[in-house]
């Protein structure tokens, strides 16, 4: 892969996932939203175009910030 490379990490911004629920049993699920505090990603450049990502998470750095739903209430900002 030939190009420019930019790297990222939390100094850059916030890496978030948000979960949903769907399906019969939806309304037990939560709809999570999970902060991963140490991360970086590298981004590979072709001219204009990016041509690949690559992205690492430490596993042990993922909280949950907040919890909506489910048939039990989900605690506030919960390490995983």
């Known amino acids: 892969m030939t ?3 930019w790297r990222f990490d939390p ?4 890496l ?3 979960t949903g629920v769907a399906g019969r049993a939806a309304r037990m699920g ?3 939203t999970i902060a991963m505090t140490r991360w970086h ?3 590979q450049w072709s001219g204009a175009d ?6 690492a998470v430490e596993t ?3 909280e949950v910030l907040r919890g909506q739903g489910g048939v039990k209430g989900y605690p506030a900002r919960k390490r995983l």
């Open 11 to 14: 100094s850059d911004g916030e």
């Open 60 to 62: 042990d750095s993922l």
């Open 30 to 32: 939560h709809r999570l």
């Open 41 to 43: 990603a590298t981004v």
């Open 16 to 18: 978030l996932v948000r």
């Open 3 to 5: 190009g420019v490379g």
């Open 50 to 55: 990016p041509v690949a990502v690559e992205l």
